[in-house]
């Protein structure tokens, strides 16, 4: 399928799964260098990181554990503004090294709101793995380690991004066209 419709909007296809998988195939070579023995805790956020994370972590050569965390900052095609912080997280994380899997950084206010919520439990070290960057929407100060790809701040669904609840299944990613 090139173009969809979901509810009201049409979306057309723009990354196709195997390019989707070629980049996580990268991101996952670079954090096996970067992490070897480290013991790392993988946070994934969910909804949305759900199929990014579990494809990552199939390609982590090392010992680690994967939590979850539900964060929400969006509503349609647009953000609240207004992060909500739906599910915690039950793990001691004193000391550890974080590694944080998130669908898609776009303004960073997700991510501005995980990371202070991660320091005020001391963590020794925070690193973000994304498998979208809008660089182009960020409006804070943000690292970010691992870019499996960088895109337009357009607005998309698929492969774990949804609109209003649909499109998570779809294997493919789809840019909403006006």
Do not use: W
């Not at 909500?84 to 950084?105: A, H, K, S, Y």
């Not at 991510?111 to 320091?119: A, F, G």
């Not at 998309?156 to 006006?178: H, M, S």
């Amino acid at each position: 399928m090139d173009t969809i419709s979901i509810l009201d909007r049409k979306f057309a296809k723009s990354i196709p799964e195997k390019e989707i998988l070629n980049s996580i195939d990268r991101v996952a070579s670079q954090i096996n260098a970067d992490l070897k023995g480290t013991n790392p805790l993988f946070i994934a956020i969910l909804n949305g990181s759900f199929m990014f994370a579990a494809d990552l972590m199939k390609r982590i050569d090392f010992p680690c554990e994967i939590s979850f965390v539900k964060l929400a900052s969006y509503h349609g095609t647009t953000s609240t503004n207004n992060v909500l912080e739906l599910i915690g997280l039950n793990q001691n994380i004193n000391e550890r090294t974080i590694v944080i899997v998130e669908d898609i950084v776009d303004s960073g206010l997700t991510m501005t709101r995980i990371i202070d919520l991660l320091k005020s439990r001391g963590v020794a070290k925070i690193l973000i793995a994304t498998l979208l960057f809008k660089p182009d929407a960020l409006k804070f100060n943000l690292n970010v380690n691992y870019v499996a790809m960088r895109i337009p701040n357009d607005f998309i669904v698929g492969y774990g991004l949804d609109y209003n609840g649909y499109g998570r299944n779809l294997k493919d990613i789809y840019t909403v066209v006006e």
